[in-house]
């Protein structure tokens, strides 16, 4: 049984940072691609970035390039994601997401997390 769990999102003025974290209850956490996803309302969920397992390699979608930071501690089952200079565009629910055997380069979660919501005001 694979259970993610997101926490960190909240209200924050543009220009400002969020760190968002994700709790994975995983048998083997290294054996899994780990990545981030969001949506916003009305549009469709969207990929944000993904890390490989060992964390050596990491991916992102060119709006967030040079803003977020995608990292992992797979000593603590954890992954995160630092989002710095946000804009009100970056508003959505983000969710923690992983596949097992999976590539960061080519992701495609069977796992997905509840969800937590990043507001960034004007």
């Known amino acids: 049984q694979v259970q993610l769990v997101e926490s960190g999102g909240g209200l924050v003025q543009a220009g400002g940072s969020l760190r968002l974290s994700c709790a994975a209850s995983?048998?083997?956490?290294?054996?899994?691609?780990m990545g981030w996803f969001r949506q916003a309302p009305g549009k469709d969920r969207e990929f944000v970035s993904a890390i490989s397992q060992s964390g050596g390699a990491t991916y992102y979608t060119d709006s967030v390039k040079g803003r977020f930071t995608i990292s992992r501690d797979n000593a603590k089952n954890m992954v995160f994601l630092q989002m710095n200079s946000l804009k009100p565009e970056d508003t959505a629910v983000y969710y923690c997401?992983?596949?097992?055997?999976?590539?960061?380069?080519?992701?495609?979660?069977?796992?997905w997390g509840q969800g937590t919501q990043v507001t960034v005001s004007s």
């Open positions: 995983v048998p083997t956490f290294i054996n899994y691609a």
């Open positions: 997401a992983a596949e097992k055997f999976g590539s960061a380069t080519i992701f495609n979660p069977g796992y």
